[in-house]
C-alpha cells in the first residue's frame, strides 16, 4: 500500500516590491517617448543632472544593469557590458511648461466686478504695478510623477538624449502631454488588493464604515501611486501602505466628528447619545473612581 505524504501547499506571495516596481515602471513609460521603445525604456541609473554622467556613475550602472539581468536568469560580468548599452534617467523639467500666473485678491475682485457689471478699463493706471503684490517665482505644471530625459553615450562618451517623459511624438517635433498614458490593470489590481488585505486587519476590520474607508485608500493611491521616486527607495509598498494608513485614519477622524456632533445634539434635546459617549467622559471616571459619599456614615 502506498504511503500517503501531505505537501504543504506552496506559500504564494501577492505582492512584492519587485513586481510593484515593475508596474510602476510599465505605467510611467505610457506618458513617455523614446527613440527605441524596446531598448530605451529600461534605466540602469538615476541621477540629478547629465554632468554627473562619469566614470563613478558609469560603473554603477553597469553594475545595476548585471544585478538586473541575474534576476532575470542571465548572467553578465559588469566589465563587459558596453557604455553604449546603458541608458541613464535624469531628472529634468526642462521640456515642462511652466503653470499659468495665479491672480491676486485685488485683481479677482476687479475681474469679478468688470463681469457683473460689464465695465471696462479705459486706460490703465501708471501707478498700478507700484500697488500690486509681487508675484512668486513661477512654477511647472503640476504632474503626476517627476519628470525625466533618458540618455544614452556614444562611442565618444558623449551623452546623446533618446527618451522624454510626458511626451507625445517625435522627440523634436513632438508636444508635451500629461493626460495620453495610463496605469496597467495589474498595478490597479495591486492597489484594490493592498486595499482589501489592509482593510481586514483587527483594528479597522470592526468599523462599520470599513467600505468607505477602502474607498477613500484606493481614491488616494490612484491619485498619488505614480508619484513614488524610485531614486529615493526602493520599497513601494511601505510608501503605499503609508498612504491606506492615511486614508483610513481620515475617514475615522471624520466618522468621530460627525458622531460627536450627533451625540451633542442628542443630549440638547434630553436624549440618551450613543454606547461610545456613555462609556467615556464622567461615566467612565465614575466607574474608575467609584461610588461618591458624603460622609463616613454613608460609607458604614
Not at 170 to 185: I, K, P, Q
Amino acid at each position: 500500500m502506498a504511503e500517503t505524504i501531505a505537501r504543504t501547499p506552496a506559500k504564494v506571495n501577492y505582492l512584492n516590491n519587485r513586481d510593484i516596481l515593475k508596474e510602476i515602471h510599465s505605467s510611467k513609460n505610457t506618458y513617455c517617448t523614446f527613440r527605441d521603445p524596446k531598448l530605451d525604456h529600461q534605466y540602469d541609473i538615476i541621477l540629478p543632472a547629465v554632468n554627473k554622467i562619469n566614470q563613478k556613475t558609469v560603473a554603477e550602472a553597469r553594475r545595476n544593469r548585471a544585478d538586473r539581468l541575474k534576476r532575470e536568469g542571465i548572467i553578465v560580468d559588469p566589465k563587459k557590458i558596453a557604455n553604449t548599452d546603458l541608458v541613464f534617467r535624469i531628472t529634468c523639467w526642462e521640456h515642462i511648461p511652466m503653470a499659468p500666473k495665479k491672480i491676486t485678491k485685488a485683481e479677482a475682485k476687479k475681474q469679478k466686478l468688470q463681469d457683473i457689471f460689464e465695465l471696462e478699463m479705459e486706460e490703465e493706471d501708471p501707478l498700478a504695478e507700484l500697488v500690486e503684490i509681487p508675484v512668486l517665482d513661477p512654477k511647472h505644471v503640476r504632474l503626476n510623477f517627476p519628470p525625466f530625459y533618458h540618455y544614452r553615450l556614444d562611442e565618444n562618451k558623449v551623452p546623446y538624449l533618446v527618451g522624454k517623459s510626458h511626451w507625445k511624438g517625435d522627440l523634436v517635433n513632438g508636444e508635451f502631454s500629461r493626460d495620453h498614458g495610463e496605469m496597467t490593470r495589474k498595478l490597479a489590481t495591486m492597489f484594490m488588493k493592498l486595499c482589501e488585505r489592509y482593510a481586514t486587519r483587527s483594528n479597522w476590520r470592526g468599523y462599520t464604515y470599513n467600505e468607505e474607508m477602502r474607498g477613500q485608500a484606493l481614491l488616494q493611491l490612484s491619485q498619488i501611486g505614480l508619484q513614488f521616486d524610485e531614486s529615493k527607495s526602493q520599497n513601494p509598498f511601505a510608501y503605499y501602505t503609508a498612504a491606506i494608513t492615511n486614508s483610513f485614519t481620515r475617514i475615522l477622524n471624520l466618522e468621530k466628528k460627525n458622531q460627536n456632533i450627533r451625540d451633542d445634539i442628542l443630549e440638547m434635546n434630553g436624549l440618551n447619545p450613543s454606547w461610545t459617549r456613555q462609556n467615556t467622559g464622567k461615566h467612565s471616571m465614575m466607574a474608575l473612581s467609584g461610588p461618591v459619599y458624603s460622609s463616613l456614615d454613608d460609607v458604614v
